[in-house]
């Protein structure tokens, strides 16, 4: 399985960013892993560009569930991939909590973004009073298997576990939880599509850095990232990528 390093740029970024992305290829023309950014949509089909033949994919943060349609605003899972998209983010909690999507939402956006050929990402994790209540496991247990989509395969379908308590806080859980929700994630996985389930990447996402990444990684079940802050500045994301390839 090819280990994924997948940067989310969030609400942040303008053209003049894009020359972080120049700055990236030049640093790390052909890593191991698969490298990924996300920026929003005003960029996707600029830093498609900026990207084009080199190693970086392109993808979005959200897409609508229809392809087409009276939706002032959204934005179709076939609109992102014309602009150079491969990949697309689902069910990040600042979408579930910012517009209220519930999980089947996300799954109905998943299936958009498979029939139109792109990879979702699909984002599961607990908050902090959760976690504090002993439901972390039943919390992405539910978002898993409400969230993924039935035709879920290793080549459709990244699965992202990002604690919400640990996104942009710089608290991170302990590895040893990090690996219970990976262990639980993977074997979840493998009740709904058995041998399949081993070659879904599982990434994990909540302030990492170059600091903790490589031991982030080290860890089983744990095929790569998503990455909030770090990733906009090419020598942070570009040492989670290095981490990721080591
Ligand atoms: P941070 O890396 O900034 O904590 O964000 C994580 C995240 O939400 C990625 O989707």
């Known amino acids: 399985m090819r280990k994924l390093a997948a940067g989310n740029w969030k609400m942040n970024g303008n053209a003049a960013a894009l020359s972080e992305v120049t700055a990236l290829l030049s640093a790390h023309p052909d890593p191991t892993c698969e490298m990924?950014?996300?920026?929003?949509?005003?960029?996707?089909?600029?830093?498609?560009?900026?990207?084009?033949?080199?190693?970086?994919?392109?993808?979005?943060?959200?897409?609508?569930?229809?392809?087409?349609?009276?939706?002032?605003?959204d934005i179709s899972a076939a609109m992102l991939k014309d602009a150079g998209a491969t990949y697309v983010i689902l069910g990040h909690s600042e979408r579930r909590a910012d517009h209220g999507e519930s999980d089947e939402e996300v799954r109905t956006k998943a299936e958009a973004a498979l029939d139109a050929g792109l990879i979702a990402i699909v984002c599961v994790g607990e908050t902090e009073l959760q976690r504090d209540a002993g439901q972390t496991l039943a919390v992405v247990g539910a978002q898993l298997k409400a969230s993924v989509p039935d035709a879920v395969t290793a080549e459709n379908v990244v699965i992202a576990y990002e604690p919400v308590w640990a996104i942009g806080t710089g608290r991170t859980p302990t590895l040893d939880e990090i690996a219970e929700v990976h262990a639980f994630l993977r074997a979840e996985l493998a009740a709904r599509i058995g041998d399949q389930a081993t070659g879904v990447r599982l990434l994990y996402g909540g302030s990492v850095k170059p600091s903790n990444a490589a031991e982030i990684f080290a860890l089983a079940n744990v095929d790569?990232?998503?990455?909030?802050?770090?990733?906009?500045?090419?020598?942070?994301?570009?040492?989670?990528?290095?981490?990721?390839?080591?």
Do not use: E, Y
């Open 36 to 73: 990924l950014l996300c920026p929003p949509a005003t960029l996707i089909a600029q830093m498609n560009w900026a990207a084009r033949n080199s190693a970086l994919r392109i993808g979005g943060q959200d897409c609508h569930a229809k392809a087409a349609g009276a939706h002032t605003g």
């Open 224 to 246: 790569g990232a998503l990455v909030g802050g770090a990733s906009l500045k090419a020598a942070d994301f570009g040492a989670i990528v290095a981490a990721l390839s080591a």
